[in-house]
């Protein structure tokens, strides 16, 4: 292999965007070319990927200094030929790396019809972000050693007050620590998503094709693709936005979560319809129905008994050899069946609810929850896992005004009031995630105003972007995708007719691949109201859909961070309900 070659770019000002006419937008010099290698060997899977940097300002506000920051890169090349540019990919978080790791690209090259190259690249914070990796403890023993809170976060709308008010005094002695570890303060202000946006356009420079993005983001991966979008309209060749995000609240609100207090409920009576409709065979959890009801009542009937199944076990916990069986149980099988992407067949989710239902086989439920495998040593990480970090040091940071950066505790609560309603999963998604920005030391350099999308008939990108959203995602529902679509002209948002967060981490699709790769290809977006069946239904065996299509599944740092959290939250808690 050749020799590691630096390539210490030239770095040009060039005009603004003018979506933001105060800010320089400083471009890497086009002869600037990235030199790939194969990756060196090392992480599992890497050795299938080429490696590369790009060389960009460290901080686009200061015109007068000349300090960079190297973005990482990693390049899957096309599978059919001839390459028709490359596509570039962010999976969310934000903060999430383990990139080198990353299995899913067969399934991505298969959706994009094999003409891309795909790129990955190390957002500012993450892991791999070199000096503007964003951390909160100087060594992981650390890390695994502060007090992180061990009881479940908010347990009902009657006690929120009190487990807000508790919440956000942790939260911000959490604040402090990342405070005191950062020695460079300047880390906190210079990873925000609007700097990400223009080394992405660098990265495009770098690329040296026709300087048009073409980019494919989930989950928050779709905040960065409308900032993008608003920053450089004239630049977007292709943008696909799936699990979409509400940008709004995202930057202007202290959650992103929407008001849909009784939405997740309904989300999980329609999952239990599914159920009853499959039968026995496919879901034992159809065994516990009613059957002299109708369907529809059925499934109203199965939900309410697992209500009571819950408060019974939180009151009467059962022992079971190591472990105590209270409600939490309960919580963390709803949960693994609205957000499917911990890749947990839906029918092994529902066999345990039964066998709780009936108190039997409880080993075998405890197994489930926390396997045993699981607390065997792993590989030592490559490096320190700071994706939580990172996803506080750049979501906290990207808030603006007033009601983003909640001053007391006081004012956190009438926000998680506003926006939890009274289901219980929105009510503690939204009181935990209103807290988890408790006084954050940091804000963004270049903030984002994201009255840049709010313009009449909406924002003209030089091409239509296609949006997707999932019928049931707990995470980002599908109203985010069509409300950011009214803000982007000539948008469609397809709907992916499956449960679980984004399209790639539910069961494939022929269908939504199809549209994927017309829109890749020739710029054809499908008709309004367009949806796709899966291939396989949900409750149907077997149902190899949600098995290995799923990224997080095939990351191995997400692997070891579900160990640790499991053996230090019981399954009786919710872990800690971050934005993915
Ligand atoms: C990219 O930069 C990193 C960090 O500076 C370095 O370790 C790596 O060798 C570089 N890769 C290439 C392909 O130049
Ligand atoms: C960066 O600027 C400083 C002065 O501000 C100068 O001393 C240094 O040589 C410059 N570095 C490079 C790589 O141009
Ligand atoms: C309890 O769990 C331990 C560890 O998994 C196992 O070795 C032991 O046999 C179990 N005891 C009973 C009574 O099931
Ligand atoms: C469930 O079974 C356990 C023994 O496995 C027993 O201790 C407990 O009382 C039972 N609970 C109910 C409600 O039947
Ligand atoms: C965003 O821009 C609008 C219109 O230009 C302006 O009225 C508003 O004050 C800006 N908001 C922030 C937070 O800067
Ligand atoms: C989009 O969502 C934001 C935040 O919830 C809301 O303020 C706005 O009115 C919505 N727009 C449309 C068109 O629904
Ligand atoms: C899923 O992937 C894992 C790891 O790559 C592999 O061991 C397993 O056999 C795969 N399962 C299926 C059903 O393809």
């Given at each position: 292999m050749s020799s590691i070659r630096l390539v210490i770019c030239h770095l040009l000002l060039a005009s603004a965007a003018v979506a933001h006419p105060t800010a320089t937008y400083r471009s890497s010099s086009p002869e600037c070319k990235i030199e790939w290698e194969q990756c060196p060997s090392g992480n599992p899977g890497h050795q299938a990927w080429d490696c590369g940097n790009v060389t960009v300002p460290l901080d686009y506000t200061d015109e007068s200094s000349n300090e960079t920051h190297t973005v990482q890169l990693w390049r899957s090349k096309a599978v059919k030929s001839p390459s028709m540019g490359s596509i570039l990919v962010n999976f969310g978080g934000p903060g999430g790396s383990g990139f080198p790791g990353f299995q899913g690209s067969p399934v991505i090259h298969w959706m994009t019809g094999g003409y891309y190259d795909l790129i990955l690249f190390a957002p500012r914070g993450t892991s791999e972000a070199g000096n503007l990796r964003f951390s909160c403890f100087d060594t992981q023993e650390e890390r695994d050693s502060y007090p992180h809170d061990g009881r479940p976060f908010i347990n009902s709308f009657e006690s929120l007050e009190r487990d807000l008010i508790w919440s956000w005094a942790q939260r911000q002695a959490y604040a402090n620590q990342c405070w005191n570890s950062n020695k460079d303060k300047?880390?906190?202000?210079?990873?925000?998503?609007?700097?990400?946006?223009?080394?992405?356009?660098?990265?495009?420079?770098?690329?040296?094709?026709?300087?048009?993005?073409?980019?494919?983001?989930?989950?928050?991966?779709?905040?960065?693709?409308?900032?993008?979008?608003?920053?450089?309209?004239?630049?977007?060749?292709?943008?696909?936005?799936?699990?979409?995000?509400?940008?709004?609240?995202?930057?202007?609100?202290?959650?992103?979560?929407?008001?849909?207090?009784?939405?997740?409920d309904a989300v999980y009576r329609y999952i239990l319809s599914e159920c009853l409709a499959a039968g026995p065979d496919n879901c034992a959890l159809a065994r516990d129905a009613e059957k002299d009801l109708p369907i529809g009542e059925q499934a109203w009937a199965l939900a309410i008994q697992i209500e009571l199944l819950k408060d019974r076990l939180n009151s009467l916990p059962i022992v079971v050899n190591a472990s105590v069986v209270d409600g939490g149980y309960v919580s963390n099988l709803q949960n693994m069946l609205l957000s499917p992407e911990d890749d947990k067949d839906p029918r092994d989710v529902t066999l345990h609810l039964h066998h709780l239902l009936n108190n039997k086989s409880l080993?075998?439920?405890?197994?489930?929850?926390?396997?045993?495998?699981?607390?065997?040593?792993?590989?030592?990480?490559?490096?320190?896992?700071?994706?939580?970090?990172a996803q506080l040091g750049i979501r906290c940071s990207d808030k603006t005004g007033r009601n983003g950066r909640a001053e007391t505790a006081q004012d956190a609560i009438s926000e998680a009031k506003i926006i939890g309603g009274s289901g219980e999963f929105s009510t503690?998604?939204?009181?935990?995630?209103?807290?988890?920005?408790?006084?954050?030391?940091?804000?963004?350099?270049?903030?984002?105003?994201?009255?840049?999308?709010?313009?009449?008939?909406?924002?003209?990108?030089?091409?239509?972007?296609?949006?997707?959203?999932?019928?049931?995602?707990?995470?980002?529902?599908?109203?985010?995708?069509?409300?950011?679509?009214?803000?982007?002209?000539?948008?469609?948002?397809?709907?992916?007719?499956?449960?679980?967060?984004?399209?790639?981490?539910?069961?494939?699709?022929?269908?939504?691949?199809?549209?994927?790769?017309?829109?890749?290809?020739?710029?054809?977006?499908?008709?309004?109201?367009?949806?796709?069946?899966?291939?396989?239904?949900l409750f149907h065996a077997p149902s190899p859909g949600l098995v290995n299509h799923s990224f997080l599944s095939l990351w191995p740092s997400s692997a070891r961070k579900k160990q640790r959290s499991s053996r230090t939250l019981g399954a009786g808690h919710h872990a800690l309900p971050l934005f993915d």
């Open positions: 300047r880390v906190g202000e210079l990873i925000g998503t609007t700097f990400v946006a223009r080394d992405m356009m660098n990265i495009v420079d770098a690329l040296g094709e026709d300087g048009m993005l073409r980019y494919w983001g989930f989950s928050y991966g779709s905040i960065l693709g409308a900032t993008v979008a608003a920053m450089f309209p004239d630049r977007i060749h292709r943008v696909i936005l799936d699990g979409v995000s509400n940008v709004f609240n995202y930057y202007n609100r202290l959650t992103i979560y929407p008001k849909q207090g009784s939405k997740f080993t075998e439920v405890v197994e489930f929850l926390h396997p045993s495998k699981d607390l065997e040593p792993d590989d030592p990480p490559q490096y320190d896992d700071n994706e939580d970090e503690w998604i939204a009181a935990a995630s209103t807290a988890s920005c408790a006084k954050w030391p940091w804000k963004s350099k270049e903030s984002f105003n994201t009255s840049t999308l709010q313009v009449e008939g909406g924002l003209r990108t030089r091409n239509r972007i296609l949006l997707i959203g999932n019928t049931i995602d707990v995470k980002t529902p599908i109203e985010n995708a069509r409300n950011l679509s009214t803000y982007l002209a000539g948008s469609v948002v397809l709907e992916h007719k499956d449960v679980g967060h984004c399209t790639l981490m539910t069961r494939l699709s022929k269908c939504t691949a199809d549209v994927v790769t017309r829109y890749l290809l020739d710029g054809v977006l499908p008709e309004k109201g367009t949806a796709c069946e899966p291939n396989k239904p």
